[in-house]
């Protein structure tokens, strides 16, 4: 009897882990026919922990593979360490139409830690937080550590002032357009006006030019790491995402273009590679499968006929958040192609660049070009918490906040590049 009770108990967990995952992946439908069918109901789904049924799933087939042992190793590395990136975000989306319980943004302090040449155009953070790295119209890209930037903001270093720069790269004949870091090793890429993307291993303290070289058809416009770090995408004039093996440089194309003609300002792979998403300069969103590129869900003029000039995804990969030259940032349901949220009040109308969530997903940030600052939004309620002057003497034209920690880099027209670290 005690057994059959216990079996009764395990199918109701299974059922509401089912119903729960079907919610997560926007099947409503779906998950609204299986409580039905299981008579589970859908308060318990509701308690079951975010991407719960995928841990479990890749503990037993590590079980499986080799035992309880193997399980932890399995964990760490392989599907485990994949599903552990699953993140669940901080923020409930799907609530709508909150009003009055917006966050106040942190003061932050800003610093003035390098120059380039020219207009600084790009920058992105390393996966750990780290590194971050800048690309210019001069052609070069500088490389920083985030620690010495902080040494020199307190003043704390013990041998001299700190050097936030710790590489310039210079290989490139033209502008740089974007830049990614490897997931795992340490190589820096950059894509741009020259056609080419270009690896660096920024390990090598002497190293100053490209170890690998990939030539592109195309001014390749953006660049993004598979989260395996065995393949990359590339956005360029093509209207196609290039998908490259980085191994063999082997070059694929989706056979699914769904009619699109317009170059690709942005790609971006979500947190586990199942899905990627195109931003392009018809003001068209599109999502892809990352497996087999077939696309998903197009969101046509998501952005009216301005520029879709970004695209990114939410850590639980159920929203995209686009920025376009429309002076829209917009936040999008992967399932259904709905518009969940609207950003508004930065102006962004002549220059590329981006909005991003910070580290928490709990505020969006993006530039205001006429405005020459830095605007922030309760990601939730989508109501303005910040205007912050950059500082800078010309538009800012990119910013990008890390991963990690409350940190995040703006740079523009001025050529400078300015750090900005929230107060304690």
């Not at 991407?51 to 760490?76: H, I, P």
């Not at 770090?229 to 360029?236: I, M, P, V, W």
């Not at 979500?270 to 998403?277: I, K, P």
């Amino acid at each position: 009897m005690n057994e059959a009770v216990q079996e009764v108990k395990l199918l109701r967990q299974v059922n509401a882990l089912i119903v729960a995952h079907l919610r997560s992946q926007n099947l409503g439908q779906a998950a609204a026919a299986v409580a039905a069918a299981t008579m589970t109901p859908i308060s318990a789904a509701e308690s079951v922990p975010a991407n719960q049924l995928l841990r479990l799933v890749a503990k037993g087939l590590a079980a499986e593979r080799g035992g309880g042992a193997a399980a932890s190793a399995f964990d760490s590395a392989g599907f485990g360490g994949l599903v552990q990136q699953l993140g669940s975000s901080a923020v409930d989306f799907s609530m709508q139409d909150v009003k009055g319980s917006s966050k106040s943004f942190p003061k932050h302090e800003v610093k003035h830690v390098s120059d380039h040449k020219s207009a600084a155009r790009c920058a992105k953070f390393s996966p750990d937080g780290k590194y971050f790295a800048t690309g210019s119209a001069d052609t070069s890209i500088k490389f920083f550590e985030v620690a010495k930037i902080k040494q020199t903001m307190v003043g704390d270093s013990k041998d001299g002032p700190a050097r936030p720069v710790i590489r310039t790269f210079y290989d490139h004949t033209q502008a740089i357009n974007g830049l990614d870091f490897h997931p795992e090793s340490p190589i820096l890429i950059s894509a741009a006006k020259d056609n080419t993307i270009k690896f660096f291993d920024f390990s090598k303290t002497n190293a100053r030019k490209a170890f690998r070289v990939i030539q592109d058809t195309h001014n390749v416009r953006s660049v993004c790491f598979h989260p395996c770090g065995d393949y990359l995408l590339a956005g360029t004039d093509h209207p196609v995402a290039h998908l490259y093996d980085i191994n063999t440089f082997t070059c694929y194309l989706s056979a699914n273009a769904q009619d699109s003609s317009s170059p690709i300002n942005q790609v971006r792979y979500s947190c586990t590679g199942s899905l990627y998403v195109t931003a392009s300069k018809d003001g068209s969103l599109r999502i892809w499968d990352g497996v087999s590129a077939e696309c998903v869900r197009p969101i046509i003029g998501a952005h009216g006929s301005a520029e879709a000039t970004s695209a990114i995804f939410t850590k639980d990969e159920r929203y995209v958040l686009s920025c376009g030259k429309d002076s829209c940032v917009k936040l999008w349901e992967v399932g259904t192609g709905r518009l969940v949220k609207q950003y508004e009040g930065a102006i962004r109308r002549q220059f590329r660049c981006q909005a991003v969530f910070n580290e928490t997903e709990e505020y969006v940030l993006s530039v205001d070009e006429q405005n020459n600052e830095v605007v922030v939004w309760d990601a939730l309620t989508a109501e303005k918490v910040a205007r912050l002057p950059s500082g800078s003497t010309g538009a800012p034209r990119w910013l990008d906040h890390s991963p990690v920690e409350p940190v995040f880099v703006i740079c523009g027209n001025d050529r400078s590049i300015r750090f900005w670290k929230q107060t304690v």
